[in-house]
């Protein structure tokens, strides 16, 4: 148990010892001023005891004696108010966190498979900042679920045929003169993305194009070897594009699902569904099912040319994913205005013995406004590209770093950008909770003060600066190592303990702002300790001591927190 666990435990022994039933304790962290770690509110027995809330409170801090970590407790209104034993958790902390390094803060294992299916980008267009969002919520999620005892499968699938495919094909057989990115200059994905705007402007000057586009997805239906060949040409230039943004971020998949492998799929659990009588057979032929009691409308699922609906493609992949994986949870990261389709989805799902609705999740995100009110759209060309995104990113943190150190190389300086770059997009993308709009400007992103990920990263930077500088040795035979003279380092340590009870409430929420928020919150202590206290300059031996204790565990605390983002951390900056 880590020391948090043993800390709650023995403050609910005691109140259970107290005649307090289990279901009725709950235990809180008090506000800073209070001067307690833990906190009891009384209210829940005011009721049944017919007493007064501070006088139930007053009655049981009485009632305490010293215990193995917690040595006071105290009455605050009505609450009881629980304080650790400072010396002792201090020792405890530091000594896990030297031992379990990388692993602090990791939950024991637990045999249940998780599947996170994320991304799932078109094929006809460069990856935006939506499809970042996307990854940076799916990827950090993954890392938090493993981390909290989970096994995890990353799951991308490519929609890589349809309508729209069909459109940045037309249109580069039309106006593509056959050349290839190199030729134009341009990132394979890119140009695929290109050719999609090209169609869109094209189209309000030519409607029949809308024909010609048809008439293209029912000859690559039919296999018709020259669609079919371009199809394959211009999925090459995407794939080869899109993988170098991919790697770039450092995103790749366990299992990819091509949406050309499967759309033909899914009849079969229709059909089961018909015998079974859960949907029906409409009077041309069509075969729907009614959902109304659950106010989820009718659905279409079989059209009455017998073709399946998309509805019935996603049905299929729950259950391959299921079977290929051995899931024993699908979740879905897909932005929020998909709501409808996800319903519907688990519904049906439920409905034909796929999966139990408590076993699917649709991480719902919202979407991402830029703060210049630009509006962001694919179709038109106005979205903004990921890889380019971070470019513009990269040369902002650029200027910074000159103007705080121009001796750096070239190359070093760089690195460092590009580390930055990342950081501050993905920050801001997983700090706030996913069911907010995020309002995005990329100078702000990219400071150095505020609640960015250039702040996290020169925070990280400076205690790695301070204890490379000092290079004490470890002297755990000081009696005074341990000793805190202030409230902000209490606060620090106290936070650091409590990095596993975040990492279960950011699983368990499906929330990696939960772990942002954390990371802010410690970033801002230690940063408040160094306006009020020193370290290098400090005069007082033991002082130094404890203080140097102290940042390595918030350096290491740190550096599991930016895993769990996704960031790679700077050692300078």
Not at 302 to 327: C, P, S
Not at 464 to 488: A, C, G, P, R, T
């Amino acid at each position: 148990m880590y020391l948090i666990e043993e800390i709650k435990k023995e403050a609910a022994d005691f109140l259970l010892n107290q005649g307090i039933d289990k279901e009725n304790i709950s235990l809180e962290i008090p506000p800073a001023d209070v001067g307690g770690d833990l906190a009891f509110p009384c209210f829940s027995l005011a009721k049944k005891r017919k007493q007064n809330p501070r006088e139930i409170a007053t009655d049981l801090a009485e009632k305490f004696s010293s215990g193995d970590w917690l040595e006071k407790v105290f009455a605050v209104g009505p609450y009881v108010n629980f304080g650790v034993n400072r010396q002792k958790s201090y020792q405890m902390i530091s000594n896990n966190v030297s031992s379990m390094a990388d692993m602090y803060g990791h939950l024991s294992e637990r045999r249940y498979r998780i599947g996170v299916e994320y991304l799932s980008p078109n094929t006809n267009k460069p990856l935006t900042i939506g499809h970042a969002r996307n990854g940076s919520i799916g990827r950090s999620l993954i890392e938090i679920l493993k981390f909290a005892g989970f096994e995890v499968a990353s799951i991308i699938l490519y929609n890589d045929r349809g309508i729209h495919i069909c459109k940045s094909m037309l249109a580069y057989q039309k106006w593509g003169e056959g050349k290839t990115p190199e030729q134009l200059g341009l990132k394979p994905d890119h140009m695929i993305g290109k050719y999609y705007v090209m169609y869109n402007e094209k189209l309000e000057q030519d409607s029949d194009l809308e024909s010609e586009v048809s008439e293209m997805l029912k000859k690559w239906e039919n296999g018709d070897q020259e669609v079919r060949d371009l199809w394959k040409k211009m999925n090459e230039w995407f794939f080869l594009g899109v993988s170098e943004t991919l790697q770039r971020v450092g995103i790749s998949f366990d299992k990819t699902y091509l949406e050309s492998d499967i759309y033909r799929y899914g009849r079969e659990i229709i059909e089961h569904a018909l015998d079974e009588k859960k949907v029906y057979r409409l009077d041309d032929g069509a075969v729907e099912v009614d959902l109304t009691d659950v106010d989820l409308d009718k659905k279409i699922l079989l059209r009455k040319d017998g073709t399946t609906v998309y509805m019935v493609q996603d049905l299929y992949l729950a259950k391959k994913k299921i079977d290929d994986l051995q899931l024993d949870k699908s979740i879905y990261v897909v932005g929020n205005e998909q709501k409808y389709h996800f319903d519907v989805l688990f519904e049906l799902l439920d409905r034909f013995k796929i999966a139990d609705k408590s076993k699917t999740y649709h991480l719902a995100y919202a979407m991402v406004n830029l703060a210049s009110g630009k509006k962001m759209s694919s179709r038109i060309g106005t979205g903004e590209k990921w890889d380019l995104l971070l470019d513009e990113l990269s040369s902002l943190a650029k200027k910074e770093i000159s103007n705080r150190d121009n001796m750096l190389s070239e190359e070093e300086t760089n690195r460092r950008a590009e580390i930055i770059a990342q950081a501050a997009l993905k920050y801001v993308l997983l700090n706030q909770d996913v069911n907010k709009t995020i309002c995005f400007n990329k100078e702000e992103v990219v400071r150095f003060d505020g609640e960015t990920g250039p702040y996290l990263l020169y925070t990280y930077a400076r205690i790695n600066s301070i204890l490379n500088k000092l290079s004490l040795k470890e002297m755990n035979d000081v009696n005074d190592f341990w000793e805190v003279d202030n409230e902000i380092m209490h606060s620090i340590w106290w936070h650091c303990c409590r990095l596993p009870e975040f990492v279960e409430r950011s699983a368990k929420e499906y929330n990696p702002a939960v772990i942002a928020h954390y990371l802010f919150a410690l970033s801002q202590m230690v940063n408040n300790f160094y306006h009020q206290y020193h370290v290098i300059n400090e005069s007082v031996e033991y002082k130094i001591q404890s203080r140097v204790a102290m940042l390595k565990v918030v350096r290491q605390v740190m550096r599991n927190c930016f895993c769990l983002l996704g960031i790679v951390e700077l050692e300078k900056m």
